[in-house]
T-cell receptor, first 110, second 115 residues
């Protein structure tokens, strides 16, 4: 699977939008972009995924660059509960297993 | 609303013991996975299974084995526990293929301490 690059950490104020970037310059045409997050002392949880078009769900939005070499996870109004490690992962539709990198540790301050 | 259940949240075992970690999912997923997570090393894949009785090695299979006799259950076995296997163990499941069918569902994890 192609690799992703994320900042080690980011900080946000509560109730403000958060944009978490991910670079994946070697992405192939069949790679889906997946985002997970891991709250302290819990297993990771699925957030959102997409292929080419921007995606929205109840948790977040995923904005995918036109050339697909980068993407951004958008939390529209950060809450203290959103403090977590966020992982950006690529996987092809035929892939079996995800390789988790180090992710971005998001700190949300009141 | 729990969908992936790991049998124990915390476990303490002695060096040399045979340890079984159980994972059950109720979503009819084909894929099941075992990861371990250590500070500074992230999640590392131990084994996965894409069908009953099928298994594939992940990145760090040494010292572990797995069993999948039923679709919903995936067991991780530490043949002879050692202190370097002290870790958080996470089970996950997914559809196959899953590129466009959502992603993994993880269990809450088992924190294993080997003394």
């Amino acid at each position: 699977d192609a690799k992703t690059t994320q900042p080690n950490s980011m900080e946000s104020n509560e109730e403000e939008p958060v944009h978490l970037p991910c670079n994946h310059s070697t992405i192939s045409g069949t790679d889906y972009i997946h985002w997970y997050r891991q709250l302290p002392s819990q297993g990771p949880e699925y957030v959102i995924h997409g292929l080419t078009s921007n995606v929205n769900n109840r948790m977040a939005s995923l904005a995918i660059a036109e050339d697909r070499k980068s993407s951004t996870l958008i939390l529209h109004r950060a809450t203290l509960r959103d403090a977590a490690v966020y992982y950006c992962i690529l996987n092809s539709n035929s892939g079996y297993a995800l390789n988790f990198g180090k992710g971005t540790s998001l700190l949300v301050t009141p | 609303d729990v969908k992936v259940t790991q049998s124990s949240r915390y476990l303490v075992k002695r060096t040399g013991e045979k340890v079984f970690l159980e994972c059950v999912q109720d979503m009819d997923h084909e894929n099941m996975f075992w990861y371990r997570q250590d500070p500074g090393l992230g999640l590392r894949l131990i084994y996965f299974s894409y069908d009953v009785k099928m298994k594939e090695k992940g990145d760090i299979p040494e010292g572990y084995s797995v069993s999948r006799e039923k679709k919903e259950r995936f067991s991780l076995i530490l043949e002879s526990a050692s202190t370097n296997q002290t870790s958080m163990y996470l089970c996950a499941s997914s559809f196959l293929p899953f590129g466009d069918r959502g992603g993994y569902t993880f269990g809450s994890g088992t924190r294993l301490t080997v003394v």
